[in-house]
């Protein structure tokens, strides 16, 4: 079973930062694109940044220079280090990844449970 794991979400005030992780674990072949999810009350979820086996990265126009992706494919593991945190960042915070669990089969998207991030004016 594969399973994702988000941790580092928390409360800070505007200006911080916070650095979310996400660790793959399962029985798993190759792990393509990982990306970050958000989604706030109310709203529907968007795609925050997302890193590719090459890792190119790809990010929302709203975090643009404050927020980084990246991954350690050693560990499985996606990285999200939020800096100059806003209000308006303030979410549930989502992993995703594209994984194919055998070398024979397509992959699939997972995602983790979420992770709060919520940011103090």
């Known amino acids: 079973q594969v399973r994702l794991v988000e941790s580092g979400g928390g409360l800070v005030q505007a200006g911080g930062s916070l650095t979310l992780s996400c660790t793959v674990s399962?029985?798993?072949?190759?792990?393509?694109?990982m990306c970050w999810y958000r989604q706030a009350p109310g709203k529907q979820r968007e795609l925050v940044a997302a890193?590719?086996?090459?890792?190119?990265?790809n990010y929302a126009d709203s975090v643009k220079g404050r927020f980084t992706i990246s991954r350690d494919n050693a560990n499985n593991t996606v990285y999200l280090q939020m800096n100059s945190l806003k209000p308006e960042d303030t979410a549930v915070y989502y992993c995703?990844?594209?994984?194919?669990?055998?070398?024979?089969?397509?992959?699939?998207?997972?995602w983790g449970q979420g992770t709060q991030v919520t940011v103090s004016s």
């Open positions: 995703n990844a594209d994984i194919r669990r055998t070398s024979w089969i397509k992959s699939y998207d997972y």
């Open positions: 399962g029985s798993i072949f190759e792990i393509n694109t």
């Open positions: 890193i590719a086996r090459g890792d190119s990265t």
